[in-house]
């Protein structure tokens, strides 16, 4: 295609001629750092021949609030709240990714209860992000009861996550050896009875979008990778299996109880924005079938570990025993001595591959944390992806690679 | 002895810069507050206040996670549509509510002055969650240690992120502030740059009679 | 785990690689020296028996209170300024450490490739023509840790804004030390630090440090 120039046509070539090409420069138009989608803070400068993207500029970092350092100057513990805030969509797998960290590094083994307690409520945690996904995708190309149908949906798993973590978003909820609170009676009959409703309403996300003409029109073959460059470019999770890669860290190192569970993980096939949409649809039902395999193989017992270098006292003993009062203020004032050493511990978040760097120099609190959230590779690629497209386009392809604020930009 | 906090209708800004600074001896208690002012002026205030809070369009500064909370809010289960305050406008020229949902921080405080500066008298301002009211836990040297640093806020909603019904709560609050705001039939307001101006552009006869 | 890819990396380039390790968790490390990155990591991504196409994360630590950074009181959030002066030469070298952590997918390992570098001297060549997710990789370390990487095609600040002057990860940059952009509104009710602080009388101090005394004022905003 010809770049138009700035200045008209030569008329000495035929005065007669009609001009197809309207002499016009490239526009410049800035998608400013308060987006109307839901999506964290992003500005993006596109310069524009028409209505197509010529080239496109991120600019990040209007959502930085200094996680690393703030993480510095907190225990062990006191960071959990922060790594909440990562990817607020699925709080859940964040503080299990973290604590698989922390925990590789004290070498300690959390119990069997609390890695499928972890496990469910980590895969009810991504259901929620790829159903908030597609009812993003959905409200912005206008199709706004999707959204209502989505935000339903996760409102009824995030009934059941506040009673079983005691809040709705941000929960930091596990602890070194477990997690912090067990399933409250009676929380099993309510998941069981309101799964269904969550995949009705996906059921009916699916008939409203999957083959609306519409929908299809504005999302199939937009914003193409192949499967090489996705990898070059660092794509991991739902963005890199739509391109066709089988990259699951559930599968490729299971990691937890995830090696006793039976799921299929969905691989697309063309690495465009419909076929991302149709991956997450599909992810939230295998997500389903963990979450009803753990509830039927959770075993009983305790939640946590019993010791106490680096669980919390059971709150009897901290009360009755000088040992447990001891162990309870040294675990809050000083935080739990990890021993020195250096981790990169992976799992599989919602978006993609979830990566910790943990450095610790033996004391309470953590001496260096760098995230690896799997937005920032995908969100460098996006000029990539939306260059030759037109600027509606750009749309359904940000909305469709689920960039979060906080795990881009920590 | 302890002081009654004396509730002023502009937001907790000494000199508010929207109503011409008047209006500093409110009295707190509404019913003196009624007797006060004329016939006219109270059937009109309350006339544009009942409009005004019943139809606010507001601009959702969404930046992180409260985001969530305010999708729940304004969807099916806690309906803020309710309370006629369901519709966006993404723009804020058109809009009268700005809501600071989520943190702000030093790099998007000029994008956040900006925008509040881009919108129309009369408007309002929600801090939405703790890190917009106060910065939250995020102490350190990115964050902004609350919106109201470089914008006058008139609610806070605090909570991490705040439950849908805090949020509603807290729209309460406001619809209430703003149906207790006074409105003189006889002065228009004017921001003090374009009063200044009108100062300086009136002849000198004009300036013997007044106003 | 992935020691047989060290070995085979110290066979093709055995002046290359410093030394190598297990850590607990399962990583392995090796250390390359940094004149030889850029070769060590072509041969790490193109040779087939390594394959190792997915640069996960290039992350950076700065090792200068490893020794002596303590906690006790962190949870209070006690100390305010950096753990040493900052105008004194580091006592810690190699300062610096740039760990690349790779991924094989095809060979289901992981390695993470390590460089040292002194505090006088922070360059690394660029690997932005391996793998293009290094460009912003690269400009978050230099952003938070200042390390030039030669030959980046546009080696900016990614997460702060240019006006900021400093590195934040650094751990002689004290952790409240704000750079504002936007002149701040005057409350009267603003709890004000000891004045003067840059800017005036009284910097404004955030909440949690209302009533304390000993607080340095150049390092709040």
Redesign the interface.
Known sequence: MTEPSSEPAAPEQDPLAVETELPSSLMTVNL?????A?H??VRLVVTLDGETIVEAVPE???????F???S????WH?VL??T??LN??SPVLNNVGYIM?VE??A?VKPTERAEYLRVLAGEISRICDHL?CV?AIGLELGAFTV??YA??A??LL?DRISELCGA???VSWTRIGGVATDLPPGWEEKLRDCLPRVLELTDEIDALLTRNRIFVDRTRNIGVISAEEA????F?GPCLRACG?N?DVRK??PYSVYDRMDFEVPLGSRGDTYDRYILRLQEIRQSHRIVLQCLEQLPPGPIIIDDWRYALPPKKDVFTSIEGVMAHFKL????MLI?K??????TEGANG?L?F?I?S?G???P??I?V?GPG??IL??LPRLIKGHAIADLIPIFDSINMI??EV?? | MSRLPILRPEGNVPESARLGGEENNVPVMLSRLEDSIGFFERNLSNALGWARKNSIFQYPFVTACCGMEYMSAMAGRYDIARFGAEFPRFTPRQADLLMIVGTINIKQSPVLKRVYDQMCEPKWVMAFGVCASSGGFYDNYATLQGADRVIPVDVYVPGCPPRPEQVLDGLKILQDKIQAQRHRAATVERSPEIAQRDQQRKSFLGKLLGK | MAQAFIELLREKLPDAVVSSHAEKGGDDVVTVKRERLVEAMAFLRNDPATDFKLLRQIAGVDLLTYQTESTGGASLAGREGPAYEPRKKSPVEPRFQVAYNLYSITKKKSLRVRVELRSEDLRVPTVTSLWRTADWWERYIFDMFGVQFEGHPNLQRLLMYPEFVGHPLRKDYPVRKRQPLVPELDFPDLVRGPGPGPGGAGVPMSQTHVGRQNVDPTTYD
Do not use: C
């Not at chain 1, 400013?32 to 109307?36: E, I, T, Y």
């Not at chain 1, 990040?60 to 609030?65: M, Q």
């Not at chain 1, 510095?72 to 225990?75: L, R, V, W």
């Not at chain 1, 990898?231 to 660092?234: M, P, S």
């Open positions: 400013g750092p308060s987006h109307p839901m964290g803070t990040i970092g209007f959502l930085h609030r200094g690393s350092k703030s510095e100057q907190s225990t006191q709240p922060y909440d805030r607020y969509v960290g590789k590094l070498s908030t009812g959204f209502l935000i339903e996760r409102e995030w709705r978003v941000t990898v070059d470019w660092g991991t890669v990259y490729a190192h809050i004032m000083e935080g021993p050493g250096e981790v990169y511990v992976y591959e990566g760097h450095v120099n004391k309470g609190k001496y260096a760098q690896r920032l590779p460098s690629a604020g906080g930009e920590q």
